[in-house]
């Protein structure tokens, strides 16, 4: 094998083929000539790409995989590692989109060739897009060299989809495969953050991570962006220039410590700061001329960010920073929001529900700033807003377009007349004075009066009505007294598995996506945008919801759709769950660790199905158990072999059972928001006692 050769493991060998791990062990075990491991170790060996594509291909296991998995596999079994791999692509995807015949007179050299003549043409195309000094550097021959044939799959990628979407694709799944090494900005905190900014020719992010931020920004001339991360700092800004025409530029650095565009004066900046730094720079940065507002302590690092947006934007532009709500709130950095408040540097401050971002178990704040023009009054009042109430049970149930509503609808016009009628519980635009006490708290829910008790004392009485009307059907559905069986227990009965019933034709097993929903990346499929798409999530389905999640642009898969009948079971946390879907559900997309069964209606009953796969011992059985969480296997879970007649017999009394659950799920939410209400209108005066 070449020293350059992509090496694929089993897991990956099982998305090629389109199988699970299990699959692979087996072929290893049954086939002899099937290729022997080349690295790796004993427990997760790796194996030459191009030999098990070959192998996979002699087989007639290959034919039906989509060029986009095969691409993916040369990245991540690229030898210089996955990075650098998604690099080489991003350049050669440039150099498509820019220089198309180029790119077609280099393609018809040989590889060798090929290798020696990308650089010049190369350079050409990045210096033009991001200038001589750049994050990205023109690869020399000899690192090509191992990326010539990737080079020539991501081109045919791009001529299925577009560039853009290709690179997104490739991107996307090199961030889900590794998610503890990127701090990411889901699209909805980004495209509300991109709105608040207005609209802005020329646009900063300091700490520009991934680059979601400045891609959100809508028709820009410029935008600039810096990063730490080497690597981070190259795929940003070749990110940033497939996505739209404006001028790319990319530094690789520190912003605190060694800002690159000291002299840049923009329209807007958006920034998602690292969050409860210490080593940001207290001590070398002193007598930075940047703290026009007061040095920040070493434990305020994030107004030292505030600070920096400010000093890169023009008189009159506008800086939106995510902030964690301890930033509102310390004693440390109250002399500083005293100081953005008396000059008008602060304009609005608002509580995101917990779950908007990472860390997703905390409401973050989003910080509204302008830089003061020369002469300009300050801003007498400041915007505060709270979305609290637009989330249910976290990240997943996020109700992203009523967040924007929100807060849109009391920014724009409190950023019109500078003021805003107020909204009990929701914003209110808050005197500048009477912020100013010891503590300049600015947190918003504890300026904001108090929504009215779950819409008054009305609503309360349709809420008690609705909770007597479900009581009285939970009643009628409650099961008929057990009665044992008379003869031969179910758990007895001639046994079949999942797994067998799906290698007979009896029913059909499906994965969801291995992204999120409010962040979603799907599984696979082309690379089209299906941003309409809900997707059945795992919380949906441990919760008896409909479908919250939703498909983003340019995650680039095609997602697998749930059909009546379908059931659907959560892989992860040990519980025993089964949902079998409805009409109103069909149509979604499965999210992720979520594991369809499509049962043939000639063989197998769905609600048979469900119920049985719902028995805690099956379960038990089926499940493998890490150091922090129970995985169900489901082609281990097991039914018994019954005529469908007598499934059907089983199918009526779960699906009553399905009823009676459903049932106590409402009466327990509408129960839960009654007492809530009930408390709360006590205690503010709006439920007499």
């Excluded at 007498?380 to 929100?406: F, I, N, Q, S, Y």
Aim: include cysteine; charge should be neutral.
């Amino acid at each position: 094998m070449p020293d350059n050769a992509a090496e694929v493991t089993a897991a990956g060998i099982a998305r090629l083929a389109g199988v699970g791990r299990a699959a692979v062990s087996n072929w290893r075990r049954r086939h002899a000539d099937f290729p022997k491991p080349v690295g790796g170790t004993e427990t997760s060996p790796s194996f030459a790409l191009a030999d098990v594509e070959r192998w996979l291909r002699a087989q007639g296991k290959l034919a039906e995989v989509p060029l986009r998995e095969r691409v993916w596999q040369q990245i991540a079994g690229h030898p210089a590692g996955a990075v650098a791999a998604l690099v080489h692509a991003g350049c050669a995807l440039l150099l498509v989109r820019e220089r198309p015949s180029g790119w077609l007179e280099l393609t018809a050299v040989s590889d060798e060739r090929m290798a020696e003549l990308l650089p010049t043409a190369l350079e050409e195309v990045l210096t033009l897009r991001f200038g001589i000094e750049r994050a990205v550097p023109t690869p020399p021959p000899t690192e090509l060299a191992p990326s010539v044939p990737l080079l020539r799959a991501v081109t045919e990628l791009a001529a299925e989809a577009g560039a853009r979407q290709a690179f997104e694709f490739l991107l996307g799944r090199h961030l889900d495969a590794n998610p503890r090494q990127y701090t990411l900005t889901p699209p909805g905190p980004a495209a509300l953050m991109a709105q608040l900014a207005g609209p802005a020719r020329t646009v900063l992010d300091p700490a520009s991570g991934t680059g979601a931020l400045l891609r959100a920004v809508a028709e820009p001339a410029a935008l600039y962006a810096q990063e730490t991360d080497r690597d981070l700092a190259a795929l940003t800004a070749l990110r940033l220039a497939l996505h739209s025409g404006a001028e790319v530029r990319a530094r690789v650095g520190d912003s605190l410590r060694a800002d690159a565009f000291g002299q840049l004066t923009a329209d807007a900046v958006l920034c998602h700061p690292p969050f409860n730094e210490r080593n940001w720079g207290h001590d070398e940065l002193a007598y930075d001329p940047r703290w026009e507002y007061g040095f920040p302590a070493r434990t305020e690092s994030e107004l030292a960010w505030v600070q920096h947006a400010l000093a890169r934007l023009r008189p009159g532009g506008t800086a939106v920073l995510l902030m964690p709500p301890a930033a509102a709130s310390r004693r440390s950095g109250r002399r500083i929001r005293a100081d953005l408040l008396r000059r008008g540097a602060l304009r609005a401050v608002v509580a995101l529900p917990a779950g908007a971002a990472p860390p997703y178990g905390i409401p973050l704040h989003l910080w509204v700033l302008r830089k003061p023009a020369a002469g300009a009054p300050a801003s007498p009042e400041l915007l505060l807003v709270d979305t609290a109430e637009h989330t249910d049970t976290g990240r997943d149930k996020l109700d992203w377009p009523a967040v924007h509503t929100a807060v849109l609808d009391a920014w724009l016009p409190f950023d019109k007349h500078g003021t805003v009628a107020e909204q009990p519980g929701a914003h209110r635009s808050v005197p500048v004075i009477e912020l100013l006490d010891d503590d300049v708290d600015l947190a918003p829910a504890r300026h904001l009066p108090p929504p009215a008790a779950a819409g008054g004392a009305e609503e309360l009485a349709g809420v008690r009505d609705r909770l007597t009307a479900v009581l009285r059907r939970t009643a009628e559905l409650t099961p008929l007294p057990a009665r044992p069986a008379a003869h031969t227990e179910p758990a007895r009965l001639p046994g079949v598995t999942v797994g067998e019933l799906a290698r007979t034709g009896a029913l059909e097993l499906r994965t969801g996506g291995s992204g999120t929903a409010g962040g979603y990346v799907t599984a696979g499929g082309p690379l089209t945008v299906r941003g309409a798409v809900t997707v059945l999530t795992e919380q949906d389905v441990l919760t008896g919801q409909a479908p919250s999640g939703s498909l983003p642009e340019g995650t680039g898969e095609e997602p697998v759709l749930v059909r009546t009948g379908d059931v659907v079971v959560p892989v992860l946390g040990g519980g025993s769950i089964a949902r079998v879907v409805d009409e109103a559900t069909e149509g979604a997309a499965l999210g992720r660790n979520l594991q369809l069964l499509r049962p043939d209606p000639a063989a197998l009953d769905p609600w048979f199905l469900a119920g049985f796969l719902r028995g805690t011992a099956n379960n038990r059985q089926a499940s493998s158990y890490a150091s922090t969480a129970t995985r169900l296997d489901v082609r281990r879970l097991q039914l018994p072999r019954l005529p469908l007649a007598d499934q059907r017999r089983y199918g009526e009394r779960f699906r009553a059972l399905a009823e009676f659950e459903e049932a106590l799920r409402v009466a327990g939410r509408l129960g839960e928001r009654l007492v809530r209400g009930m408390y709360d209108g006590l205690t503010d005066g709006t439920v007499e006692a």
